[in-house]
Structure formats: structure tokens, C-alpha cells
């Protein structure tokens, strides 16, 4: 009998990691900690504006953050933060930041959205720390 492999496919890696939130509603989450940055709520409206989705779209996830309880909402009201949700936006906005810097370094580009937001949901805490680390001897080496 041949030892198992440790390759997967990516739904099985996604399988095998711990219950967590899916892309999408990190995605929502994110969005959501980047509005709260410049008001103090947000609105259905104004979140799906920003994310190109139906305000339909919003409520359905809103309600789904909420039971994670990393927003609080209430149907056609206003989307706020919560102590738990504000750490882990936190953290997204500062992965999202930290890989679109490190992609425009490396590209010599000034935006590379569409890349960062493929990749950022598939890269790990520790990752994310070591590339701000490297990029910061880059931009060293550099001057």
C-alpha cells in the first residue's frame, strides 16, 4: 500500500482546514472595517455600492457576520462593529495592505487589486507577517 499523500486539491485543503469564514465573507468583512475607517456605520447601501452586489446580497451576508458575531445588524438597519469582528477586519485590511504593497514593489506597478484579491484569502497569518518583513528589506535595499 503506498503512503498517503500530503497533496490535495484546493476545495480539499479547504476541507481539512479548521471551520472558518469563507472568502466571501472576508471579502464583506473587509470592506465593511475599510468603510467603518472613514464612519462610524455602515449602511446596506453604501457596502453593496462598494462591492458591486445587490443590497439583497448585503442583508444575506450581514446576517450570516452577525451570527458569527463579527458584526452587529439588524435587518434594513445599519451594519456595526463588534470587539471580535474589529480585530479580524483589522487584520484583513492589514493583509490586504501588506500584499498590495508587496505586489506593487515587486511589479514596479501602483495598483495590483485584482491580484491581491485572488490571493489574499489563501495565504496564512504567519505568511502574511514574513512578506511585510521581506518587503521592508526590499524597500531597504533599495535606497
Same mark, same amino acid.
Given at each position: 500500500?503506498?503512503?498517503?499523500? @500530503? &497533496?490535495?486539491?484546493? $476545495?480539499? +485543503?479547504?476541507?481539512?482546514?479548521?471551520? =472558518?469564514?469563507?472568502?466571501?465573507?472576508? @471579502? +464583506?468583512?473587509?470592506?465593511? +472595517?475599510? !468603510?467603518?475607517?472613514? /464612519?462610524? *456605520?455602515?449602511?446596506?447601501?453604501?457596502?453593496? $455600492?462598494? *462591492?458591486?452586489? =445587490?443590497?439583497?446580497?448585503?442583508?444575506?451576508?450581514?446576517? /450570516?457576520?452577525?451570527?458569527?458575531?463579527?458584526?452587529?445588524?439588524?435587518?434594513?438597519? +445599519?451594519?456595526?462593529?463588534?470587539?471580535?469582528?474589529? *480585530?479580524?477586519?483589522?487584520?484583513?485590511?492589514?493583509?490586504?495592505?501588506?500584499?498590495?504593497?508587496? &505586489?506593487?514593489? !515587486?511589479?514596479?506597478?501602483?495598483?495590483?487589486?485584482? /491580484?491581491?484579491? %485572488?490571493?489574499?484569502?489563501?495565504?496564512?497569518?504567519?505568511?502574511?507577517?514574513? !512578506?511585510?518583513?521581506? *518587503? %521592508? /528589506?526590499? %524597500?531597504?535595499? $533599495? $535606497?
Amino acid at each position: 500500500m503506498e503512503p498517503k499523500s @500530503d &497533496f490535495r486539491t484546493m $476545495k480539499g +485543503y479547504q476541507l481539512a482546514d479548521k471551520p =472558518r469564514i469563507t472568502a466571501s465573507m472576508e @471579502d +464583506y468583512l473587509e470592506m465593511i +472595517y475599510r !468603510i467603518l475607517k472613514t /464612519q462610524p *456605520l455602515v449602511r446596506v447601501n453604501d457596502l453593496a $455600492k462598494k *462591492l458591486n452586489v =445587490r443590497p439583497s446580497s448585503v442583508s444575506k451576508m450581514a446576517a /450570516q457576520l452577525n451570527d458569527l458575531g463579527l458584526i452587529s445588524f439588524e435587518k434594513y438597519g +445599519y451594519i456595526g462593529p463588534t470587539e471580535k469582528g474589529a *480585530l479580524f477586519g483589522d487584520y484583513l485590511l492589514y493583509r490586504h495592505d501588506v500584499l498590495m504593497d508587496f &505586489f506593487c514593489h !515587486i511589479n514596479n506597478s501602483a495598483d495590483e487589486l485584482e /491580484q491581491v484579491e %485572488k490571493i489574499e484569502h489563501y495565504i496564512d497569518e504567519k505568511t502574511v507577517f514574513n !512578506i511585510n518583513r521581506a *518587503l %521592508k /528589506q526590499l %524597500k531597504e535595499l $533599495k $535606497k
